[in-house]
């Protein structure tokens, strides 16, 4: 066990009724089997939303001594979260920063993106204020529609800023919308995007060039781009087929708390939405939505396994528990682990039965879940 962790036991000594593993040496494994298949390219790890449910300073710990070029963040509070954690790498701010935040940025020397001129020129303001330099990566909407300079102000875009006195652009970024969907307008917007960085490389050396998420990076090659922010492909969830060898460094448990045998009749849950058409022994299971375990994945033939045996869940999930047959698991006892994401239940299935995506899943894994951390 490494030191990072929380054992799956209370404080009090009570044991854990759920938890997440982490194998953190398979974090370290992921990244460098990237860099190996992109030789030369810069990485930026994605680790925002908690590093999809990963628990963020652990895993960012483990990166930032791979060296990555910086940390993808959502805000300027994960980026706080990194800096107080004692991690070197720099954040960078993905998304559009309030005008009350662009301070904390310029003051710690964080990076982030902009998408008008406006925003460059308070950016440049405030960085004049402290006598320092803002590093800012130009924001260009190729598609996504979420952020960024549209294609009609990319001619004037780098003249314009280029009169701006404090900043530098270090820069240029796109984002993917359908890189494991649509093929035809992934390539029509690489097109876009390579244009949209000669439009301002006469103005700004642009260090660092990136469009690609995970899908982007394993599907894709876009000429003029020195970095990638990998995500989902980190944690070893790729989001399209890959031979690359990238393996899931999480793990999901439960514990049952109690057993019982249930007659011919019986509602399992709320609404009886489920009703044994026979006797059945009912194990009931410490997690629920309150956990992270969707609500969706009621009645969907979910299966869990218990002792290596595959166990459909029953009825509705409740807020912190529920229910599975555990009549073809003679063996199962109360305080048998049960695994809900991991090797014997691939978090693919379970997004799909829930009618979600990987990203929601992981993401949805809440505080109340303690997270284990291996060191091998």
């Known amino acids: 066990m490494g030191g990072e962790g929380i054992l799956p036991r209370m404080r009090h000594g009570s044991p854990a009724r759920a938890w997440i593993e982490v194998n953190l040496e398979q974090l370290a494994c992921n990244l460098e089997e990237l ?17 999809y449910g990963h628990g963020l300073e652990a895993v960012a710990r483990v990166w930032d001594s791979c060296g990555a070029s910086f940390f993808g963040v959502a805000n300027p509070g994960e980026a706080r979260r990194l800096q107080q954690a004692g991690v070197h790498t720099r954040p960078f701010i993905l998304g559009p920063a309030f005008p009350e ?21 308070h950016f440049s303001e405030l960085a004049g204020l402290y006598g320092k330099t803002a590093s800012l990566h130009l924001c260009v909407d190729t598609g996504m529609g979420r952020a960024g300079f549209l294609p009609a102000e990319w001619e004037n875009m780098g003249k314009t800023l280029s009169r701006l006195p404090h900043l530098r652009i270090e820069g240029i970024v796109s984002h993917f919308p359908a890189a494991d969907e649509d093929e035809e307008f992934t390539r029509a917007q ?31 090659a876009a000429p003029s781009c020195t970095m990638a922010r990998p995500g989902l492909a980190l944690y070893g969830f790729p989001p399209i087929d890959t031979d690359l060898n990238l393996k899931p460094a999480l793990r999901l448990i439960s514990r049952v708390t109690l057993i019982r045998e249930l007659p011919a009749g019986h509602g ?32 969907k033939n979910v299966m869990l396994s218990i002792g290596g045996v595959p166990c459909p869940m029953l009825g509705r999930v409740t807020m912190d528990q529920i229910m599975a047959d555990v009549s073809n698991a003679p063996e199962a006892r109360e305080g048998d682990e049960v695994e809900l994401i991991g090797p014997r239940a691939p978090i693919g ?6 009618g979600t995506i990987v990203w929601e899943i992981l993401t949805g894994l809440g505080p109340r879940l303690p997270r284990v951390y291996l060191e091998g």
Request: a positive charge; aromatic letters at 10%.
């Open 101 to 121: 935040e662009r301070e904390e940025i310029v003051a710690n020397g964080w990076s982030s993106i902009v998408s008008t001129f406006e925003e460059a020129r």
């Open 349 to 354: 299935q379970i997004a799909e039965k829930a």
């Open 190 to 220: 690489i097109a876009e995007f390579e244009r949209a960085v000669d439009c301002v490389r006469e103005y700004f050396p642009l260090e660092y060039i990136h469009i690609a998420a995970s899908a982007g990076l394993l599907g894709y």
């Open 35 to 51: 860099r190996r298949r992109h030789p030369g390219l810069k990485m930026m790890p994605v680790v925002k939303a908690n590093a």
């Open 268 to 299: 399992v849950s709320y609404g009886r939405a489920f009703i044994t058409n026979r006797p059945v022994r009912v194990a009931t299971i410490g997690i629920g939505y309150a956990d992270g375990w969707l609500r969706s994945l009621s009645c």
